[in-house]
């Protein structure tokens, strides 16, 4: 079946530290895929999404690039800052279903 | 927009005790979901529904009643509150766009305690 595995965590950063958080899939179809970002809180976030093989993601600093052949979707962002800190999900969703398949999470700690 | 909403914001129930949460979303979206999250376990999935009349289960149903009353607003009942129910709740709606691809947009959550 579709599913999406994530990095555990908790992980601890100093500011402006280089992150990765990985993340790879299975899936039966062609899918989408999708980092979301949690605030203390607060619901679910969009962070940034990519659609095909080779599709670069990117927002807010934080880029993902599909890539069918490792079937992954590591987020990364070159610098961190505090206001960074918050929980990111891996997700993804195949275009012949409703339905979306979320990692467990990664809690990332940015400390000053 | 308001995106999509959802009430209560927080909630202490006895166990035995029933209780409505309402979601509704203004995007015009076909599809909404009930998803619970819990400590390391992310999110799971207890209800969907694809379109207004329309709806299916999800990895977790037991224990839960859903009510997609009309496009804007799917809500779900708890019958009969356990304390295995204390979590969090999301309420989500789907775009899907021109080529197919699904995005989902997440209300704010209601904080659940069963007592």
């Known amino acids: 079946g579709d599913s999406v595995t994530q990095m555990e965590g908790p992980v601890t950063l100093s500011e402006e530290a280089f992150l990765t958080i990985n993340c790879t899939y299975t899936a039966t179809g062609y899918p989408s895929l999708f980092w979301y970002v949690q605030y203390p809180g607060e619901g679910l976030q969009l962070l940034l999404k990519?659609?095909?093989?080779?599709d670069k993601g990117s927002n807010k600093g934080f880029e993902a690039t599909y890539r069918k052949e490792t079937t992954s979707f590591h987020l990364e962002k070159g610098s961190v800052q505090v206001s960074d800190s918050a929980v990111y999900f891996c997700?993804?969703?195949?275009?012949?279903?409703?339905?979306?398949?979320f990692g467990t999470g990664t809690s990332l700690t940015v400390i000053p | 927009n308001a995106g999509v909403t959802q009430t209560p914001k927080f909630q202490v129930l006895k166990t035995g005790q029933s209780m409505t949460l309402q979601c509704a979303q203004d995007m015009n979206h076909n599809s909404m979901y009930w998803y619970r999250q819990d400590p390391g376990m992310g999110l799971r999935l207890i209800y969907y529904s694809a379109s207004e009349g329309t709806t299916d289960k999800g990895e977790v149903p037991n224990g839960y009643n859903v009510s997609r009353l009309n496009k804007r607003e799917f809500s779900l009942r708890l019958e009969s509150a356990a304390p295995s129910q204390t979590s969090v709740y999301f309420c989500?709606?789907?775009?899907?766009?021109?080529?197919?691809?699904?995005?989902?947009?997440f209300g704010p959550g209601t904080r659940l305690t069963v007592l």
């Open positions: 997700a993804l969703s195949v275009n012949t279903g409703n339905q979306f398949y």
């Open positions: 989500a709606s789907t775009f899907r766009s021109g080529s197919g691809t699904d995005t989902q947009y």
């Open positions: 990519a659609t095909k093989a080779d």
